[in-house]
């Protein structure tokens, strides 16, 4: 597939590093790392810029891959400093992506920044205080995504349109509704 039709998978569907395989020579050209000041959610930033850098894509659909989650683990932490990390690395990616002319990232400017603050709200809500959630709440002005709201899939939308309605209601129900 393109990578404007991989971009538009990834950010309506979401996948894993652990999904990639690509070669070295074409990390090493393109200048793809991980960005070595995050600590969570460092894989989104890093398979956007692969996917967009790529010229071709392959997909396939089976699941290859057994992911066990650690309830212990840095992921399933409550820690603000992690969520701080992941926005900010995701920002340096939101600017090369703003600045690309290339299809894939078009269509992640269309809205993979909507799909990704409301997906990390989500979990912020879920894993941390409402206090702390509404600290995190001020780094992320939402709002400059709600054009972006449009284009996710329903769920993601009527989400984003509580979170922008009202961020306590929100965190009530999500808590409400998942759980880590």
């Not at 206090?131 to 329903?154: C, G, V, W």
Request: hydrophobic letters at 45%.
């Amino acid at each position: 597939i393109t990578p404007a039709a991989a971009m538009a998978h990834y950010c309506d569907g979401w996948l894993g590093v652990y999904c990639l395989i690509i070669s070295r020579a074409m990390q090493q050209n393109k200048n793809l790392f991980f960005d070595e000041e995050c600590c969570y959610c460092e894989d989104a930033p890093f398979i956007t810029e692969v996917i967009e850098a790529a010229e071709s894509v392959s997909l396939i659909e089976y699941r290859l891959y057994i992911y066990h989650i650690n309830k212990g683990s840095l992921s399933r932490s409550a820690s603000l400093n992690k969520f701080f990390s992941a926005i900010t690395a995701f920002a340096k990616m939101e600017d090369k992506m703003a600045h690309s002319s290339s299809e894939a990232a078009m269509t992640f400017n269309t809205f993979g920044s909507a799909r990704y603050y409301i997906a990390t709200l989500r979990k912020a809500a879920v894993q941390m205080s409402y206090k702390n959630f509404m600290i995190l709440a001020k780094k992320i002005n939402f709002s400059d995504y709600k054009n972006q709201t449009s284009h996710l899939k329903e769920t993601l939308k009527i989400a984003s349109n509580i979170y922008l309605m009202s961020k306590t209601i929100f965190y009530y129900v999500v808590n409400l509704l998942f759980k880590d």
